[in-house]
């Protein structure tokens, strides 16, 4: 279950000089949250966004998945410009969004639907990618009836079953319980790992980031700038106890807290 | 006449005081006529009921030393009914149907004691229709103003008279307002009311009388004049007085008809040329017909609307003409 | 224990009973004269000849027909305004002067436009069913989560996917309530409706007006209770449907 490669060996994705302000509604004061974002995703790569709560990476990852527009700057995928929301680039949001009025099957078939999949050739792509999340049995089920950690699961295997180009995770497991979460971040490397999707996962977490990515990319406060960019070149799977794990958390969250004091 | 001190001296001032108490007290003797509260109610810009706006306007009602007031002015008569069975009208002017019903089913205790009028209603078709008589009714839908009305009775006889059942005509419960429009849009194909409808549904030429009601049933009850059977009880001399100013209020109209008219174009708001047509048609009379108001009970009671054994006595108790002169109008 | 439900209501109509046996309620009919007019009612009919059980489905009729054009018209149009502010502000006021008008002041204009016939009465159980069923869709629509809508957009839905897909399920479980309410408000106008819609002769509305015009009252509460049964099993009929389709939840 491969990705779609990107063509050639550029960039999945790109952000350009991106910029975003509000017009705050009671003063018409004009809001700078995010001030000259220069970023490349590589293909198959897992980077991570940090930075403090409120900084704009939830606004940055939108952007980046079409849900709102920059006021300066272009985001490219695949060096063409985006226009809206569209299925090459994947979001699965904290608030897992299923459609509660359709079983786990049906939400994953949605997309497939769309696309123009006929009935059983989306049963059949959708049970594939259950099948990957680990869900297989749970097809006529509502998603009243999991848990969060499933209803991510199946959240992921909707996005993945349209085969994005990209996948942009807004800090999908900041709903659930340490230990759900815990096992949910093995699950998303594990997943990784089998498909080597390409994943832009933002977190306020940076234990959830230390494990996860490849790079960890720190933000400022408002107006958040990249700060800080930060290889992690653990092997997988990563332990939290390991020094070096500890010192690189350690690391950045000085460097991060530097940043909110400056 | 030795008066022995300490007895009481019926001086001049003593028995004046005691003729004043006496008439305080003892209103009607001595020849006082003392103001007496009536609260009365009828219809809303009912023709039939001309004969109290004639007695308001032209004071007959103040000359019997009647302070009338206006218990209440209803759209139709088991609203007023109503208003009796809550006790809150003492006289009032309603069609015999609701007085009769109500009064069949102990539902309010009154007394019929004068007649506004009888007659003053009509068979009415659609202009499209072609009818010479009411043989022209069969298969066809009819609207009454009100299931067992005296309206309902006479569309029955009328039928009978031609030969038909009542199982002939589509008949049907409609307000006399929608009538006419009903009429116009040839939803029904006739109607049977009580005028003005008729009148103005001819003027509009929304259709044409085809029978004047008293032509099937001469003398047929429609507006009365009753009143709470406790309120006659404790104030016989009042209601005494209240028929005798609506016998003269009657009396008037008969003798001024063109003054009538003017005066029922002011009271229900009715175009003259409807109301000089509608006048036409009606009876102002103030003797009611007991046989005619026994006719409609044992049609009630042979509906089943009712439930009387014996319709004669029933009707003998509930009409009281003892304070109407003579044998009439 | 369920059977301790019946209690209530079997107390009161013995102590109705009680109070008209005694002679302390005027004018009132009993329960047991009530009864008697059910079955003078379905037996014999008033008038003679015309049964309950045609007035019965008259009344049916008129109400199916009234509220089905109310669901054809409202849904779409609630679900339009929920969704484009443009047209929510163009409609809105206009749903919001012409709600508060109960739908009995309309008796008038609808014997001038729709007559004497079943269309009249339809147009007023229209009326009844309508607005509840409009005011419950656009707060639904309203209160569809965003996050679902975003979600699907990235799935690649465009509006009309969305709205269809999205919008209408999302918003189900509020339309669904403003039916119910919708019915009940509409079964309630059929008396009034009925005064004007008789041309057929049958209606429950109007047999109860018959009654009351020859001071029948035991038949008048018997058309009550009739009117009020019909009206309790729709909407349970709606609270299965809405069980059903609402398993999700």
Same mark, same amino acid.
Not at chain 2, 122 to 151: C, F, M
Not at chain 3, 69 to 82: D, F, K, R, S
């Given at each position: ?262 | ?329 | 224990?369920?059977?301790? #439900?019946?209690?209530? @209501? $079997? %107390?009161?109509?013995? *102590?109705?009973? =009680?109070?008209?046996?005694? !002679?302390? +309620?005027? /004018? ?70 012409? #709600?508060?008008?109960? @739908? $009995? %002041?309309?008796?008038? *204009?609808?014997? =001038?436009?729709?007559?004497? !016939?079943? +269309?009249? /009465? ?128």
């Amino acid at each position: 279950m491969e990705m779609s490669a990107a063509g050639g060996n550029g960039p999945v994705l790109e952000l350009r000089s991106l910029g975003k302000s509000f017009r705050e509604k009671k003063t018409g004061r004009a809001l700078d949250v995010l001030e000259r974002i220069d970023l490349e995703i590589a293909p198959g790569h897992l980077t991570c966004l940090v930075g403090p709560s409120g900084c704009g990476k939830t606004t940055l990852l939108r952007i980046m998945g079409g849900l709102e527009e920059p006021s300066s700057g272009e985001v490219l995928l695949e060096s063409r410009p985006v226009e809206g929301p569209g299925p090459e680039r994947g979001v699965v949001f904290q608030e897992y969004a299923l459609f509660p009025w359709r079983t786990v099957l049906k939400n994953v078939t949605f997309g497939l639907r769309l696309k123009g999949f006929s009935l059983s050739d989306a049963r059949a792509r959708a049970e594939e990618y259950l099948a990957i999340v680990g869900l297989t049995g749970y097809e006529d089920l509502y998603p009243r009836e999991l848990s969060g950690g499933m209803k991510q699961r199946v959240a992921i295997a909707r996005t993945l079953a349209v085969e994005p180009k990209i996948l942009l995770m807004d800090e999908p497991f900041a709903s659930l319980d340490a230990q759900n979460r815990n096992g949910m971040q093995e699950f998303l490397v594990d997943l990784w790992q089998r498909t080597g999707a390409t994943i832009v996962f933002v977190t306020h977490s940076v234990d959830e980031a230390v494990f996860l990515g490849q790079e960890v990319i720190g933000l400022s406060g408002r107006p958040a700038r990249i700060v800080s960019r930060f290889e992690n070149l653990l092997p997988y799977p990563r332990l939290r106890t390991e020094t070096c794990f500890v010192e690189l958390r350690a690391r950045i969250l000085e460097y991060l807290a530097v940043e909110m004091m400056g | 006449m030795t008066h022995r001190v300490g007895a009481i001296k019926p001086g001049a001032a003593n028995l004046l005081a005691i003729a004043v108490a006496a008439a305080i007290i003892f209103p009607g003797c001595g020849g006082t006529k003392q103001t007496r509260v009536v609260r009365v109610g009828y219809l809303r810009n009912d023709l039939h009921q001309l004969a109290y706006y004639v007695a308001r306007e032209k004071g007959f009602f103040e000359e019997q030393g009647l302070d009338v007031r206006e218990g209440g002015v209803f759209n139709a008569g088991p609203e007023e009914m109503s208003a009796f069975s809550a006790g809150d009208l003492d006289m009032g002017y309603v069609g015999t149907a609701p007085a009769v019903t109500f009064s069949a089913q102990d539902m309010a205790d009154i007394k019929i004691v004068a007649q506004s009028n009888q007659e003053g209603s009509a068979i009415v078709v659609r202009n499209g229709l072609e009818a010479e008589d009411i043989s022209a009714l069969k298969g066809r839908t009819v609207a009454v103003p009100g299931y067992s009305t005296v309206q309902d009775l006479l569309l029955r006889m009328a039928l009978e008279k031609a030969g038909l059942k009542p199982e002939d005509v589509n008949i049907i419960t409609l307000k006399p307002p929608e009538m006419i429009t009903a009429l116009s849009s040839s939803q029904v194909d006739g109607f049977v009311a009580w005028e003005p409808y008729p009148s103005q549904a001819a003027e509009q030429k929304a259709g044409r009388v085809l029978v004047d009601s008293g032509r099937t049933w001469p003398h047929h009850p429609c507006c009365m004049l009753v009143v709470d059977s406790g309120f006659l009880k404790k104030n016989p001399d009042a209601v005494r007085r209240m028929v005798a100013a609506h016998v003269k209020a009657t009396g008037y109209i008969r003798a001024n008809r063109l003054e009538a008219a003017d005066m029922a174009h002011l009271f229900t708001g009715q175009d003259r040329p409807v109301v000089n047509r509608a006048m036409k048609n009606i009876d102002f009379t103030y003797m009611p017909d007991i046989k005619g108001i026994r006719r409609y009970v044992e049609f009630l009671a042979g509906n089943g609307v009712i439930k009387s054994e014996d319709p004669g006595s029933f009707t003998r108790e509930l009409v009281d003409v003892e304070f109407l002169p003579g044998e009439g109008p | 224990m369920r059977k301790w #439900r019946y209690i209530s @209501p $079997l %107390a009161a109509i013995g *102590l109705w009973q =009680l109070l008209c046996s005694a !002679g302390a +309620l005027k /004018g009132t009919p009993s329960p047991v004269q009530v009864v008697q007019g059910l079955y003078e009612l379905t037996v014999t009919g008033l008038p003679p000849g015309y049964r309950l059980f045609g007035h019965l489905f008259a009344s049916l009729e008129r109400f199916l027909l009234g509220f089905a054009i109310a669901l054809a018209l409202a849904v779409p149009i609630g679900v339009l305004m929920g969704w484009s502010t443009i047209f929510d502000n163009f409609l809105d006021p206009l749903v919001e002067v012409v #709600r508060p008008v109960p @739908p $009995l %002041a309309w008796l008038p *204009l609808a014997v =001038l436009w729709f007559g004497i !016939g079943t +269309l009249s /009465g339809s147009f007023i159980i229209f009326l009844g069913c309508f607005f509840p069923i409009v005011l419950n869709t656009v707060s639904g629509v309203k209160s569809v989560d965003a996050n679902m809508v975003e979600a699907a957009r990235t799935l690649g839905a465009r509006d009309r996917t969305i709205l269809a897909r999205v919008m209408v399920p999302g918003a189900l479980p509020s339309i669904i309530t403003g039916l119910r309410i919708g019915v009940g408000i509409g079964w309630m106008t059929l008396v009034a409706a009925e005064m004007i819609s008789v041309q057929s002769g049958y209606g429950l509305g109007y047999m109860i007006m018959l009654a009351r015009d020859v001071a029948r009252y035991n038949l008048v509460v018997a058309g009550m209770v009739v009117i009020g049964l019909v009206g309790f099993l729709m909407d349970r009929i709606i609270k299965a449907v809405e069980k059903r389709v609402l398993k999700w939840r």
